[in-house]
């Protein structure tokens, strides 16, 4: 539902934006890039990883202080790998190279830089990589549904052979409305973007899951999760209602910085109901402690 949602306010924001031919096109700052684009960039890239319910299933079968040093190695392994693909955008721009919104600029690198053969490999293990990671993601969301949605408030009862079908139905379900979207007029960075204010909540629960596995009952870290995606969506695409409520220059601000402020909220939001739990569970403690004194 809040993927859903998301993608009807994507469509809704972009239909009502500047075009992108009017934006001015004076160089952004390193700070500017890593602000507008990194942090959303970042919490996309980083909840699609832990999004991937082959990896939650992984965790039930191996010891979890061996899943969390997997983790930290992954962490580290992908941040050196993002920062590289990142970094040659900037080797693009220095080549002074003209890119569309849809092209990569590794392969415009590559293509500029390398024999054809090299172009062709890296083609080979990109299109490898990308099948294998759909597959995976077209799995994982067919496979959610099916337990959450259509067991759950659908058919209790449902055998194995149902269940199996109604997920081969919502993995195809889940390919309609991917290129449903891919045909809408929309900026690449904009779609990339607006992922991280629909399952950037994940992040964090992932993380207390790992490593701090009591710190917070669980009721509050869901809440924690519904009111991130519904705050980031509502900061990051509700550019009428803040011109609305606040003035003119508070307005512009926030919509100038809607996409990184909606990725942070989303980030953060279940951290914060984690700590109002810790903190009502030791004023309660402290409460009763008082209590048995007096």
Not at 88 to 94: E, Q, R, V
Not at 163 to 188: H, Q
Request: positive net charge.
């Amino acid at each position: 539902m809040a993927g859903i949602l998301g993608v009807l306010a994507l469509h809704l924001y972009h239909s009502d934006t500047t075009p992108l031919t009017r934006i001015s096109q004076s160089p952004i700052s390193f700070g500017g890039t890593f602000w507008m684009l990194g942090i959303p960039l970042f919490v996309t890239l980083i909840a699609a990883a832990l999004c991937n319910a082959d990896i939650g299933e992984r965790v039930y079968a191996i010891n979890r202080r061996k899943v969390r040093y997997s983790y930290l190695f992954a962490a580290v392994l992908f941040a050196v790998i993002v920062g590289t693909y990142g970094s040659i955008g900037f080797l693009a721009k220095n080549l002074g190279m003209s890119l569309s919104n849809t092209e990569p600029p590794a392969l415009a690198v590559l293509q500029a830089t390398m024999s054809q053969w090299i172009l062709f490999l890296v083609t080979v293990v990109l299109i490898v990589v990308l099948v294998s990671t759909l597959a995976s993601m077209i799995g994982s969301a067919g496979d959610l549904t099916v337990i959450e949605i259509y067991q759950r408030f659908i058919n209790k009862r449902a055998n194995n052979a149902e269940t199996v079908r109604w997920g081969r139905i919502f993995m195809t379900m889940t390919v309609v409305l991917g290129t449903l979207i891919a045909t809408l007029n929309l900026d690449l960075s904009l779609l990339i973007q607006s992922m991280a204010v629909i399952r950037g909540e994940v992040i964090i629960p992932m993380l207390l899951a790992l490593f701090w596995p009591l710190i917070a009952p669980g009721r509050y870290v869901f809440w924690g999760m519904i009111t991130g995606v519904l705050g980031g969506i509502t900061i990051t695409f509700g550019g009428p209602l803040w011109q609305n409520v606040f003035s003119q220059s508070t307005a512009q601000f926030i919509i100038a910085n809607s996409r990184p402020f909606g990725a942070l909220f989303t980030l953060f939001a279940p951290l914060g109901f984690c700590l109002l739990a810790v903190t009502l569970r030791r004023v309660g403690a402290l409460t009763l402690v008082t209590h048995r004194d007096v």
